[in-house]
């Protein structure tokens, strides 16, 4: 196990040593301006002087408080509303038009009204992660839902189940691989969705810092934005997925039993 794990190290340590190369012959062979195609010694002294005066930290926070409240406020009304959609198909019938018309305007046209409308803070962004976020957690709770037996429904009721029992001890767990999966999604569309709603009106967080690299020509500092926005993702998609494994660890102990 020990020497997988190794093996996993030095392949990416390998592979970002490639990439590195290959972006600095680029900007040999192709001679590229500095505000065209920076090379990776010049991103890197830009990212050690953001982080020394600790403009990226800062940044940075403000992105993850917006994606965490965003993130968690659209997992918790998709959740809520694809259970009640998945009991009640009359319900599905009347409202799934609505909500799949909603999925057919882009977040990047909506952003500018909610900022109207909820002002240029930090609640516009968080309706606006909540709002990408929403769609792909309803439709993987809605599936998760409808996915359990319903000779396991009938089994609840021959013992006499409650029905918080039967959610807690039947619904949840059936339902919450397909859910954790939906999670991860969100997870990594919450960035996407905070970074569309600092583009349209901000003065602090990661948008902000690529959208002032645009206008200043500053291409390192959009480098380093992008790295940023990018480990954020892949932070957040690695916390959602150690959750799957920790939560879903009966399944794999059941399988091998």
């Not at 990212?47 to 800062?58: S, Y």
């Not at 967080?205 to 500053?218: A, E, F, M, P, R």
């Not at 998609?237 to 039993?257: D, M, N, P, S």
Request: net charge positive; hydrophobic share 55%.
């Amino acid at each position: 196990m020990r020497r997988k794990r190794v093996s996993r190290i030095g392949l990416a340590m390998a592979s970002l040593v490639i990439f590195l190369a290959l972006w600095q012959g680029v900007v040999w062979v192709g001679g590229y301006p500095a505000f065209i195609m920076p090379p990776p010694v010049a991103v890197a002294e830009r990212l050690w002087g953001l982080l020394a005066d600790g403009a990226l930290w800062h940044h940075t926070w403000v992105t993850l408080r917006e994606v965490l409240i965003g993130l968690g406020l659209g997992a918790v009304v998709a959740v809520l509303l694809g259970y009640g959609l998945a009991h009640f198909p009359l319900a599905e019938r009347l409202l799934s038009p609505y909500v799949v018309a909603s999925q057919s305007i882009p977040v990047v046209a909506v952003a500018p009204l909610l900022v109207i409308w909820f002002g240029t803070g930090m609640l516009s962004k968080v309706v606006v992660c909540a709002l990408t976020v929403f769609f792909p957690i309803l439709v993987n709770t809605v599936v998760g839902v409808r996915s359990v037996e319903r000779g396991l429904h009938d089994l609840m009721r021959a013992l006499e189940a409650t029905r918080w029992q039967t959610v807690w001890l039947l619904e949840v767990p059936a339902a919450l691989p397909v859910l954790l999966g939906g999670l991860k999604v969100g997870a990594t569309l919450a960035v996407i969705g905070a970074v569309v709603g600092e583009f349209v009106a901000s003065s602090e967080g990661l948008g902000y810092l690529l959208k002032q690299g645009q206008q200043l020509y500053d291409t390192p500092l959009i480098f380093v934005g992008i790295g940023a926005l990018m480990v954020l993702a892949q932070t957040l998609y690695g916390i959602v997925a150690l959750a799957e494994r920790i939560l879903l660890r009966w399944r794999v102990e059941g399988r091998k039993e």
